[in-house]
DNA sequence: TCGCACATGTAACGTGTTACATGATTCA
DNA sequence: TGAATCATGTAACACGTTACATGTGCGA
């Protein structure tokens, strides 16, 4: 029996419900009021993610019968699923996760304050920025590919791609200094 | 009869092939092997979307009897698969785009070559860095709803967001000034 | 009374992911 | 002989998207 991966999505609630509990709604408004928008805020997605994440005994609700409104489900996490989100925060992180998953990279630092644990925090960034400083190199050996004689327009994409990696990795070396600051 | 919007691999392979003729097979290696690899390059994914693609109309193939190896299929744009492409390359871009589709908006000034019209790509420039300053403040007005009392990463997480978005903004302007130049 | 905020859900559809299948040629 | 490269494809599955459904209470 292997564990099943959740989805970003199912991480992104578990995280949040980490936070406190709350109802699929809120859940919602945070998605369609905060830059977590990238994550759909549609009841489609919230309302099945959160039944699937309950099947899996990684959250538990409770019908919240204080408001006088339709009744509300309040969700919070399982033993399980905290031992989980655990897991994903603490996972190394790999190259690829760079090159193509840093916004789940950066939802995974968001929720990192759950693992009380500076030590890993400081690892965490610190590998990020490597992993980041050694895409950009890879990023740069690919302009060099691009021929000359072409027009510009793919060329200065890349380097779109170059100009945010390398914001990224100076953040993370920021955000790095604030927590050797606090020691 | 509405015309079905192509997702946005279908936007990125039709976009190639006006670079050059290639195959699926082609493709699927520029997928893997460069920047634009957050898209799949995985066969169940390409060759399914070339065939969509062709059944639209929008590309054509003729098989390649020359290799002495497995044939294989060579697809070109057609005339209706330009201009679907030119008229998505000069749609105006919202804020919604830019608070969660940035990479397709790069990847929309990749293929902007096809357009050949320097003030269109000027004009897109333009209007992308100002939507990014939009948003970028939007993001900062978002830091402060962030309850000071809780755990810093929350706060730190939104702000990698802003690092990235103040360096594309810079991007932009940094290209807009290349084209400028060139005149 | 009209609409909005609250609150949860289902159904249809299309697409991406993963794994599998096939088959020829080249190289160790 | 076996593995790798070339080259195209199919099938099962799960997920996200969109649209629809339902029902209460409050304010304009």
């Given at each position: 029996?292997?564990?099943?991966?959740?989805?970003v999505?199912?991480?992104a609630?578990?995280g949040?419900l980490?936070?406190?509990?709350q109802?699929?709604?809120d859940?919602r408004?945070i998605?369609?009021a905060?830059?977590?928008?990238?994550?759909?805020?549609?009841?489609?997605?919230?309302?099945?993610?959160?039944?699937?994440l309950?099947?899996?005994?990684?959250?538990?609700?409770r019908?919240?019968?204080?408001?006088?409104l339709r009744?509300?489900?309040?969700?919070?996490?399982?033993a399980?699923?905290?031992?989980?989100?655990r897991?994903?925060?603490?996972?190394?992180?790999?190259?690829?996760?760079?090159?193509?998953?840093?916004?789940?990279l950066?939802l995974?630092?968001?929720?990192h304050?759950?693992l009380d644990?500076?030590v890993?925090?400081?690892?965490?960034?610190r590998?990020l920025?490597?992993?980041?400083?050694?895409y950009?190199?890879?990023?740069?050996?690919?302009?060099?590919?691009?021929?000359?004689?072409?027009?510009?327009h793919?060329?200065?994409?890349?380097e779109a791609g170059?100009?945010?990696y390398?914001?990224?990795?100076?953040?993370?070396r920021?955000?790095l200094?604030?927590?050797?600051?606090?020691?």
């Amino acid at each position: 029996m292997k564990a099943k991966e959740p989805t970003v999505l199912e991480y992104a609630l578990l995280g949040l419900l980490h936070q406190q509990p709350q109802s699929g709604y809120d859940l919602r408004k945070i998605f369609a009021a905060t830059a977590l928008g990238s994550y759909s805020s549609s009841p489609g997605t919230v309302y099945p993610a959160l039944q699937r994440l309950e099947k899996r005994a990684l959250i538990t609700g409770r019908v919240d019968e204080r408001t006088a409104l339709r009744p509300r489900k309040v969700f919070w996490p399982t033993a399980a699923g905290s031992e989980l989100l655990r897991l994903w925060l603490s996972r190394p992180l790999s190259q690829d996760d760079v090159a193509r998953r840093l916004d789940e990279l950066m939802l995974r630092f968001a929720f990192h304050a759950v693992l009380d644990d500076r030590v890993a925090t400081k690892e965490f960034l610190r590998s990020l920025a490597g992993e980041i400083d050694a895409y950009v190199r890879e990023l740069e050996s690919q302009k060099d590919l691009i021929p000359k004689a072409g027009p510009v327009h793919p060329r200065l994409a890349l380097e779109a791609g170059i100009y945010q990696y390398r914001a990224a990795a100076r953040w993370a070396r920021m955000a790095l200094g604030r927590f050797e600051d606090e020691g």
